[in-house]
């Protein structure tokens, strides 16, 4: 299985959102990474078919997804970023309606619901209006109802939007075990989410893929690039004004600086092994690492 995105582009009025992206993708879990704005929904909605493209296409195994219609469709799960479910459904009640628009029966739908709803741990509150639902609940209906007729493409967008961080553990562990033949595509502007399990990152910037690779290959990028200082506590202003800084530890009247600059920028300054959060705050200085949590 291959699904090729072929210079996809997308234009809204004059405003470019999507410009130019090429990539392939097999079986394995991908992360789409990128601040607010950057294109990301756009280009997940265009690979879904729900927004046509300015320009561009997506091929399945070689074929366009205009022309595979249905059966694009039905291979196809996705969690949009705006998911919000019907709130005076219950969660079962929503599961059995969803299955059934994408053609299961009910005795099909029903033993499949059960099983997903305990796989997102919503087996207990299966029964509650949605309504009723924080955000964190709200997000794991979606991804059970992403999941319902057991997609070989799965997109979801912002799926750990919400989620507190066990239940963002919970969900990777779900994602590892199905995406075993499957492609998965997540978009997120939360580093921690993709650096365990993303077997390819997409760094998205400007409607662009700036750069992409394993998790490894993205680290390399930013080896040499980061180093620790420690320096008197009433400095850590004028270093934080002349430097990237991505992360501050205090320790009585001194602080440790994580700094990032291509040179050594003090003789003091030690170097230190990268991680992804590093890479991002490189290629995004101004956006100091998103809400990490
Ligand atoms: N339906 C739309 N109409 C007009 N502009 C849009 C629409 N959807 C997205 N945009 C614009 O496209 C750009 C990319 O947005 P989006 O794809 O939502 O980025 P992200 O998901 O990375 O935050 C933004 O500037 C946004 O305002
Ligand atoms: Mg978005």
Redo the contacts with the bound molecule.
Sequence with gaps: MELLLENLC?E??G????AGVTAVLEPGIYGLL????????????MICGV?KPTAGQVRLDGIPIDALGAVYRDKLGYLP?DFVGYPQYSARDFLLYMAVLKGMTRSQAMPKIQELLHMVRLQEAGNKKIRTFSGGMRRRLGIAQALLNDPDILIL??PTAGLDPKERVHFRNILEGYAQQKIVLL?T?IVSDLEAIAHKVFL?KD?CFQTQGTVSELLQQANGRVWELTVPSRESETWQARMTVANLRYDGNSVTLRILADAKPAPAARPCIPTLEDLYLLYFPEEEGGDNP
């Design positions: 997308k809204f009025g405003n470019t959102a999507v990128g601040a607010n704005g950057a294109g990301k929904t756009t280009l997940l909605r927004l970023q967008d912002e978009s502007h998205m409607g």
